[in-house]
């Protein structure tokens, strides 16, 4: 029997597969369609005897057919998905294709092979914003994105949530705050800001730097993914967070610091359209049902990521060096 992961090439996918080898004895299969945040550099390691992977895409039925005709697939974990804000901004369409759209097909084939359990990777993005005194989103907050990227994984909840109604469908769903850490691809804000501070280049800041993000590093929220799949109930929501709310500008000053460069690097750019101003998160849910609760401080992660990206900067020149110029060009001038 196998668990089947989904977006397994991306940064969080990947440093789930990586967590399922050190922490479970199953094989592991993963789909992904190896876009331009796909990267199979993102696998090297993952020992091929637990591990199988499969270039293929989530909308295509065909492809999810085949997977589960071919492995005998008993929990999928569904993460996969278009993830960045400002290129949904760009450009929707990606988003309701592979987040919507492709979500649909993977409920339909989960369902149709009747797995055990299904996880959806999703955000508290979905939730909306928060002003600076209002409490924390609860699983009980109503759901209001103010993104495209926000509003299409909002879709993709109430899908899940109907599979779970209306089919008596066996998923679980996980809300989780920013994530940081190895292997995330540098369009996101601390890799961005990372590789610009040790290369001397601006650091752009959208608006006046004061919005708010609670952080989690990636291990801690992959922790609690597993932990849904094993212990989590059929049908509830679980809030993930680092209890590590932070202002933007204090991150980019705690990485100028720590990189030795100049806060004359800092320029304020023009703000992200309906730029969301805090997100909060409530964890006592799955604290108290599962035992979870993140173990890494921001300061210890913030460091151990910035050594990662120092000792792997082959990996993020890489990428630095290909489409992400185009991207950073249109995004940043
Ligand atoms: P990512 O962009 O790094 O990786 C996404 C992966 O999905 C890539 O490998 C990509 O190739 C793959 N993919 C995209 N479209 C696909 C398709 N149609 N078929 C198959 N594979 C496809 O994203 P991430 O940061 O690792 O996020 C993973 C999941 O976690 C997403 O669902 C995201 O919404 C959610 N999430 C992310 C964060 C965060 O801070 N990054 C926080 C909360 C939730
Ligand atoms: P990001 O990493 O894109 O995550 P999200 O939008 O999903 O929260 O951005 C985190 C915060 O950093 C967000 O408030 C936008 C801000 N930001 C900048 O100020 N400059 C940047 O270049 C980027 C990418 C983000």
Request: proline letters at 4%.
């Amino acid at each position: 029997m196998s668990i089947l992961v989904t977006g397994s090439a991306g940064f969080i996918g990947s440093n789930f597969v990586r967590l399922l080898i050190d922490a479970t004895r199953e094989h592991i299969v993963s789909l992904d369609a190896l876009t331009y945040a796909g990267n199979m550099d993102n696998l090297v390691n993952v020992p091929s005897d637990r591990h199988t992977f499969i270039h293929g895409n989530i909308c295509d039925e065909q492809t999810l057919t085949e997977v589960f005709r071919d492995h005998a697939i008993k929990k999928v974990v569904h993460f996969a998905a278009e993830s960045h804000v400002d290129r949904s901004i760009m450009s929707s369409g990606p988003f309701i294709q592979t987040n919507v759209v492709g979500t649909q097909r993977l409920l339909d084939a989960s369902k149709s092979h009747g797995v055990e359990a299904f996880v959806h990777v999703s955000t508290d993005e979905v939730y909306g914003t928060l002003n600076l005194t209002e409490p924390a989103f609860t699983e009980q907050h109503h759901i209001q994105p103010n993104s495209p990227y926000s509003a299409s994984k909002a879709a993709s909840d109430l899908l899940v949530r109907s599979y779970v109604e209306t089919f008596d469908f066996p998923a679980m769903i996980t809300r989780c705050s920013n994530n940081y850490g190895p292997y995330q691809f540098p369009e996101k804000l601390i890799p961005l800001m990372i590789h610009n501070a040790k290369n001397n280049r601006p650091l752009p800041v959208y608006g006046d730097g004061s919005n708010i993000r609670d952080w989690i590093h990636v291990s801690d929220h992959c922790k609690g993914v597993l932990c849904v799949m094993d212990k989590g109930k059929a049908g509830e929501v679980y809030n993930i967070g680092g209890h590590s709310e932070l202002k933007n500008i204090d991150i980019v000053h705690q990485i100028i610091d720590a990189c030795g460069a100049d806060s004359s690097l800092i320029q304020f750019v023009t703000d992200r359209p309906g730029h969301d101003f805090r997100y909060a998160m409530d964890i006592e849910k799955i604290k108290r049902e599962l035992g979870w609760a993140p173990e890494v401080s921001f300061s210890d992660g913030l460091s151990s990521t910035i050594q990662w990206y120092a000792d792997n900067s082959d990996w993020l020149e890489k990428i630095i060096n290909g489409d992400y110029q185009n991207y950073y060009k249109e995004q940043y001038q």
